[in-house]
C-alpha cells in the first residue's frame, strides 16, 4: 500500500468529518468512506456515521448531491422545505433531494446513529449552510 496515498485518504477523511462540525449541535461524525466514481471522475461517493444526543439540531442547510440515509439507532426527523416533516426511526432509511433546503433534528431521548451515503460532485461539502 503506498504511505502517500493512504495519508492522504486519511487527510481526506478527517476534512469531510470536519466540514460536518458546524451543522452538529451534540454529536460526532466518522468518515467511513471518500471515493471518486470510476468512469465518472467529477463525482465523488461520501458514506459518513453520525452518532448525535438527545439535543442535535442541524443548521438550516442543502446538499449538493443526492443523499440516502439509514437509521441505526433512534429517531430523527427531517424537515425538507415544500415537504411535511418526516420522522425515521431505527431499521429505515430515506433519501434527501439535493439542493433543497432542510433542517434535521433528534427526536428520541437516548440521541441518535445514522449513516449518510451521498453521491455529489467532487471537492464539494456534503452539507452547506443556507440561512434564512
Do not use: C
Not at 433543497?100 to 456534503?126: H, L, N, Y
Amino acid at each position: 500500500m503506498n504511505p502517500h496515498r493512504t495519508a492522504m485518504g486519511a487527510a481526506s477523511a478527517l476534512v469531510a468529518a470536519l466540514a460536518f462540525m458546524p451543522l452538529l449541535a451534540a454529536g460526532e461524525t466518522t468518515s467511513i468512506l471518500k471515493s471518486t466514481l470510476e468512469g465518472q471522475e467529477e463525482m465523488e461517493a461520501n458514506i459518513v456515521r453520525f452518532d448525535v444526543g438527545e439535543d442535535w439540531v442541524t443548521d438550516r442547510h442543502i446538499h449538493p448531491g443526492h443523499v440516502f440515509v439509514y437509521v441505526i439507532e433512534g429517531t430523527i426527523e427531517v424537515d425538507v422545505e415544500g415537504q411535511e416533516p418526516l420522522s425515521i426511526s431505527a431499521g429505515e432509511g430515506f433519501q434527501e433531494p439535493p439542493d433543497r433546503p432542510m433542517v434535521a433534528r433528534t427526536m428520541s431521548s437516548d440521541g441518535a446513529s445514522f449513516v449518510v451515503f451521498q453521491v455529489g460532485p467532487k471537492g464539494e461539502p456534503i452539507m452547506v449552510s443556507q440561512p434564512e
